[in-house]
């Protein structure tokens, strides 16, 4: 694989000689969500993936997709994504970690975690990513980037709607990208039927 050449380093990212900017695609799936009332914090399971192009992995030896887990994460470079109001993120380690990363001949790489954010409901924090000249974050299918078991009605307060958008926040160092995902929970057994709006940002 290219990522054994000594021209490609990992800490590099993509595109930075012809100074364009590495477009990241973002999709979520929600296996499962605990949404506590008293406090506002929600915990959610879900798999987390991010797409983009990095020209160097583009190999005409190499005919058929590359699939690995956390060692071949680990030599490929990878974005610095944080979720910016979140409390804690944990990755899934048990039995293994639970990391995929698939490079296709072209250099399109598809990196897929299955992690567990805590976050509390309220206003979005204002946190620096990477500045638009390096990376610009996208929905990568649109309004269909954010998915989740529309039959799951076992919960108490039900996810029934997941509404992603994109901003551009411009800071006194820079412009920087960022995604946001706004989850609606409708409660089933509240006597005012109360629906809760649940929002956490990735950039």
Avoid: H
């Avoid at 490609?8 to 477009?23: F, G, H, M, W």
């Avoid at 499962?32 to 990095?54: A, G, H, I, K």
């Avoid at 992995?57 to 997709?65: E, F, K």
């Avoid at 039995?95 to 995929?100: A, I, M, S, V, W």
Wanted: some cysteine; aromatic content about 10%; charged content about 25%.
């Amino acid at each position: 694989m290219l990522t054994n050449s000594p021209m490609y380093d990992k800490d590099i990212r993509p595109n930075l000689a012809e100074n364009t900017s590495v477009q990241v695609g973002i999709t979520m799936y929600v296996i499962n969500y605990d949404f506590n009332p008293e406090t506002r914090d929600m915990s959610m399971m879900m798999y987390f993936r991010q797409m983009w192009n990095d020209p160097r992995l583009v190999s005409d030896s190499i005919t058929q997709d590359v699939y690995g887990g956390q060692s071949l994460m680990e030599r490929v470079w990878v974005p610095d994504t944080f979720f910016s109001n979140s409390m804690d993120v944990n990755i899934v380690k048990y039995p293994t970690r639970n990391t995929f990363l698939k490079v296709k001949p072209n250099g399109d790489v598809m990196y897929s975690e299955r992690i567990k954010v805590n976050y509390r409901c309220g206003p979005q924090k204002s946190v620096k990513s990477d500045d638009t000249v390096d990376v610009e974050y996208t929905w990568a299918k649109g309004d269909e980037s954010i998915n989740f078991d529309k039959k799951d009605t076992a919960q108490k307060y039900q996810l029934t709607e997941a509404l992603p958008r994109n901003e551009t926040v411009t800071l006194k160092y820079g412009t920087y990208s960022r995604l946001l995902a706004t989850f609606k929970l409708d409660c089933r057994d509240c006597m005012d039927n109360d629906i809760i709006e649940s929002s956490t940002a990735t950039e």
